[in-house]
């Protein structure tokens, strides 16, 4: 119908970076924060296969970074999702949603909605060199 909207399109999306870079002793340093937040959204354009499946929540999901460098190598330890947010990215039913969705008691068949959800929290560690 007119003004449906589109499928994982939210209403409001925001990726916001902060890094700052300074120098700690004979090293290039720097400390980076990230945030990606996101409002709900469609998981289908079509009406009735969307009110099976429903809405992907809204989330924010936090990164931060910190890292040290010199000429031609580097080091940088991580965490990405930190608080371990369970945002989700998709939602699909395994075979048609009529048949196979019942997320919402829609339909009688006791289907199954799945989710793609992001990525859990990660901590780790980069080294690079440059030849």
Known sequence: PDGTR???SPKFKANI???FD?????????????LVAQTKARS????????ILGDQPGYASVDFSAGIGRNNWSLEI??????DERGE????????????????????SGGRVYTI???PRFVGIKFSNKF
């Open 44 to 51: 289908d354009l079509r009406v009735l296969n969307a009110s």
């Open 22 to 34: 300074f120098s700690l002793c004979t090293l290039d340093a720097h400390i980076q924060g990230a």
């Open 117 to 119: 959800p992001i990525k």
């Open 78 to 83: 991580y965490a990405d999702n930190v608080f």
């Open 6 to 8: 589109m499928p994982i």
């Open 17 to 19: 970076i902060g890094r």
């Open 89 to 108: 990215v998709g939602r699909f039913a395994q075979c048609d949603e009529t048949i196979c969705g019942d997320e919402l008691d829609v339909t009688s």
